[in-house]
């Protein structure tokens, strides 16, 4: 079997286990639920007791980073559902048969990765354009708002669809690094939630400086917010995320060449 059809096969099989998977649906659903609720929620408070917010608030006020602020747990939704694809694999024991089938286990990330990529890329744009959309007409008429054509904003709101896809993808590489549900869910909320909140704590050294703005959730905040002083700019937070997704896939891949399934 030539290299091109043998990648083929194994995409199909891969789809065909991705489709069969029972978690698949429900997470996309609370995830889509949970994220558009809450931008809908948030952005319907504001616009009702807009005129009990203070002037300094006022002045800071920011309609797109007050729209898209459900990214930092929404996020979460997205690295679980990426580890999911690959440890039920493992808690089911059917990984043992995929390997036997397929001897190339770094295809079969590779597999594993691009159709979850492209499956988190269309539910994470959905659920962006339609939270800022809602969003937006929630605040409209009562505070202010911005368009999608304003400078930037389409910009923001694509970063925020590509650090939900990265995410996901560091999901995938997180399950098969950790190889159990637990273990990876534990890795995704550690890594995506609560080092970013014990760091921030941390004085502003030069330490700080150089190593808390680029983890991953850092960067990812640097491509969704319109605002993110001490940390890098919305282009480089592009680059280094993918730099985050490379790596880890790097060290997925050689991990599962070496070690039994």
């Known amino acids: 079997m030539t290299p091109t059809r043998r990648a083929q096969a194994v995409l199909t099989t891969e789809w065909i286990k991705l489709r069969s998977l029972r978690s698949l649906p429900i997470t996309l659903l609370v995830a889509a639920v949970f994220c558009i609720g809450l931008a809908a929620l948030v952005c319907s408070n504001y616009a009702t007791h807009w005129n009990d917010v203070s002037a300094s608030s006022r002045a800071t006020f920011d309609p797109l980073t007050i729209n898209f602020g459900f990214l930092r747990i929404g996020v979460l939704f997205f690295g679980v559902l990426g580890a999911l694809v690959v440890t039920s694999e493992y808690g089911n024991g059917l990984i043992r048969t995929t390997f036997a089938a397929t001897p190339q286990r770094v295809l079969v990330l590779a597999a594993k990765s691009a159709l979850l ?21 929630l605040l409209s008429g009562h505070v202010p708002t911005v368009r999608i054509g ?22 995938v590489f997180l399950g098969a690094l950790a190889r159990g549900t637990a273990v990876a869910m534990t890795s995704v909320f550690a890594v995506f939630l609560m080092l970013p909140v ?58 599962l060449r070496r070690r039994d399934a």
């Open 198 to 255: 014990m760091v921030d704590q941390l004085p502003h050294t030069a330490l700080w400086r150089h190593t808390v703005p680029y983890l991953p959730s850092n960067l990812g905040e640097s491509m969704w917010h319109s605002h993110t002083a001490d940390l890098v700019s919305a282009g480089s937070a592009w680059s280094l995320l993918a730099l985050w997704v490379v790596g880890l896939g790097t060290l997925a891949a050689l991990v």
């Open 150 to 171: 304003d400078p930037g904003v389409l910009g923001h709101v694509l970063g925020a669809v590509a650090y939900l896809t990265g995410t996901g993808l560091c999901g």
């Open 117 to 137: 990529g492209a499956l988190a890329l269309v539910a994470s744009a959905v659920v962006c354009f339609v939270a800022f959309f809602a969003g937006q007409g």
